[in-house]
């Protein structure tokens, strides 16, 4: 047998902002291909975990529902203190959790800025730091970060996000470059333009939607579950030397 396993059995994931879109698609099809279950969520959105925590129970696994309210550097560590302790272990990480507020660049406020790095990319970073403590103690793991195609093109009205998620991929350069040594893994994804809570104002304004789908050489737009392969793929056996990557899902729009 020459092709590696995409299985990911006996393997502790926790994915990031899982209640809702992406994270919840993410979820979902770490404990289809094996893995048990850290899922989180904003102290207010908890009760958004329940079925995909029913949806992880329904494929034999484990699924362990806690809050998390990035940047906060307590926050992240009763999580992982908590996770670590349930579940034993945290062999995948899945920093999923982002937000965007989108506004043209003479109108971002401070405030606007520093909400939206201090999610993508200081949460992010400080997860990763967290738990890669963590995996270094139990000899490795994998990580992926849901970085956007918009972390290497640009796209209007998003000057803090897609400065947030060009960050993310590079951050996942130094990171992959560090942790090398400790057998951790270091991936990204960057999704083009899904269908999900974050873009559903977008995709409801006829004009932007038609100039999103122009865009996309596949034609058509994404859906949180056209990421989840990428996902899966990077924190299987298959993907065991890659790291530092950013692989696009993109439909072709950063091929043009
Ligand atoms: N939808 C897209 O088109 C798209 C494209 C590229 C990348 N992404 C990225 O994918 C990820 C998921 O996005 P989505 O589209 O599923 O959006 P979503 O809004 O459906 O999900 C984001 C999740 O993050 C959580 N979250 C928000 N702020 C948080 C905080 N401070 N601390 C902890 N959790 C927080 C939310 O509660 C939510 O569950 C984000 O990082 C986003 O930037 C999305």
């Excluded at 995909?52 to 329904?58: F, L, M």
């Excluded at 738990?131 to 195609?149: L, Y």
Aim: glycine share 10%; net charge neutral.
């Amino acid at each position: 047998m020459v092709l590696p396993s995409m299985r990911l059995d006996g393997k502790v994931a926790v994915v990031t902002g899982a209640g809702s879109g992406i994270g919840a698609a993410v979820a979902v099809a770490m404990a289809e291909a094996g893995a048990d279950c850290v899922v989180t969520e904003l102290p207010d959105r908890l009760g958004s975990l329940e079925p995909v925590c029913a949806q992880i129970r329904a494929c034999g696994r484990r699924a362990l529902p806690l809050p998390l309210a990035l940047p906060g550097l307590d926050s992240i560590a009763a999580l992982v203190g908590d996770g670590v302790r349930e579940m034993g272990r945290i062999d995948i990480l899945i920093n999923n959790a982002g937000v965007n507020i989108p506004r043209e660049a003479l109108e971002v406020t401070e405030s606007d800025w520093d909400r939206v790095l201090d999610v993508n990319l200081k949460g992010l970073f400080f997860m990763s730091q967290r738990v890669a403590r963590e995996m270094i103690k139990s000899g490795g793991g994998r990580i992926v970060n849901i970085a956007s195609q918009n972390g290497v093109v640009g796209y209007y009205r998003r000057a803090a996000y897609c400065a947030s998620k060009a960050g993310v991929v590079n951050l996942t350069r130094v990171l992959a470059l560090e942790w090398a040594q400790h057998q951790i893994n270091v991936n990204a994804v960057g999704p083009t333009f899904i269908l999900t809570p974050l873009t559903q104002s977008t995709f409801d304004d006829p004009t932007l939607r038609a100039d999103l789908l122009r865009r996309i050489p596949l034609g058509r737009v994404g859906q949180p579950e056209d990421i989840v392969g990428a996902v899966v793929f990077l924190c299987s056996p298959a993907a065991a030397l890659i790291t530092g990557h950013t692989l696009l899902v993109d439909g072709g729009w950063t091929a043009i």
